[in-house]
């Protein structure tokens, strides 16, 4: 089973050689890294070919937006099996792929997902928000809840028959993804406890009070684009979640 995970970047010389260094590791024998930079101007792309490693390919040329890069890689993914881990995020420890290969062997699931530790910006050791996620029921998404996303693996057929990112959406286009997968699509998915990923603090959706007002207003949108109606009290069960992420 080949693994395909994608990282797109742009200007991320400062945290990219963590991120390539943590895929390298991976103890899954089948890997597949592509790196999608959107003509970084730092030397991301110097420190990417210095790295040297035989399961990354990258890319760097302009594009026009995070969404249209991550749906230039999954256009470029040759794996089986596809995911994503942003250019300043680490893998949990060498055998996440592992792991996500045995939940998807021998065709009962067609995705999965786990945990996900926010940690310290400086310090992977510094744990400051732990997103611990629970098995699938339907109608969770209106309940406030959905996958850490950068924890979320998939056959790439589930790509070809349900799409991509959908780049209307300037900051909630993972939301929707996921939302449409689930909730629309109802695929299949296992939840593996523990933790895949670590992420530093400082994502695009949660870096002001701009983008998270932002985000929740996509997300409201998401509804009404699949003919659904807000739940009563969406965004309170929403910030519930969030909140409980810090106990």
Not at 36 to 55: E, K, L, M, Q
Not at 100 to 128: I, M, N, P, T
Not at 216 to 227: A, I, P
Request: with cysteine.
């Amino acid at each position: 089973m080949r693994i395909t995970v994608i990282t797109v970047c742009r200007n991320a010389a400062g945290v990219i050689s963590d991120c390539v260094h943590s895929v390298a590791a991976q103890d899954h024998p089948d890997v597949e890294h592509l790196v999608v930079d959107g003509a970084s101007r730092d030397g991301t792309v110097d420190v990417v070919r210095s790295i040297g490693s035989d399961r990354l390919r990258w890319v760097s040329e302009p594009d026009e937006g995070l969404y249209f890069a991550l749906n230039k890689g999954l256009r470029m993914a040759s794996g089986d099996v596809v995911g994503f881990l942003h250019a300043d995020d680490v893998f949990a420890d060498s055998g996440v792929l592992s792991r996500v290969a045995q939940a998807l062997r021998g065709g009962g699931a067609d995705a999965c997902y786990g945990d996900l530790e926010y940690v310290s910006a400086g310090d992977f050791s510094k744990v400051v928000r732990f997103w611990r996620s629970v098995p699938y029921v339907e109608g969770a998404f209106g309940a406030g809840w959905m996958p850490p996303h950068p924890t979320f693996y998939a056959r790439s057929g589930v790509y070809h028959r349900f799409g991509g990112f959908d780049t209307r959406f300037s900051i909630g286009a993972d939301w929707d993804l996921l939302f449409r997968l689930f909730e629309i699509k109802r695929i299949r998915a296992s939840y593996l406890p523990g933790v895949m990923v670590r992420m530093r603090l400082g994502g695009i959706s949660n870096r002001s009070l701009k983008n998270i007002v932002a985000n929740n207003l996509q997300c409201l949108r998401v509804f009404r684009k699949y003919g659904k109606r807000v739940p009563p009290g969406y965004l309170v069960a929403k910030l519930r979640h969030r909140l409980a992420q810090f106990t």
